[in-house]
């Protein structure tokens, strides 16, 4: 019911929350080098996401053929200082293989 629904928003605080809109070049001053994101297609619609948030082309072929061609994808952001890496693993078997190529902050 609405009353419940507005129950938990007071308990919870959700309708007090109050969130700045999306700013790339905030997200570009916190000064990261690099981000790997390593996964499955969700992964990959997490990777997209940022990459077309940060006002960059995705290209949703690019996940096929980092399972095809057993590669990293990188997407460089924020003026080139931002190294963004997908590669897709499904059973996360290259996570390891990810870190110690391309040795992410994130």
Known sequence: SSNHFGSLLNRFGFGRCIFDPWNPNDFCALGWK??????????????????MLLGLHSDPNDQFVSRRLKKNIITMACNNTLKLIYRRSDQLEYVPHVIREEQPQM
């Open 34 to 51: 690099s981000i790997a994101i390593v996964g499955d297609s969700l992964s990959w619609e997490h990777y997209s996401s940022l990459v």
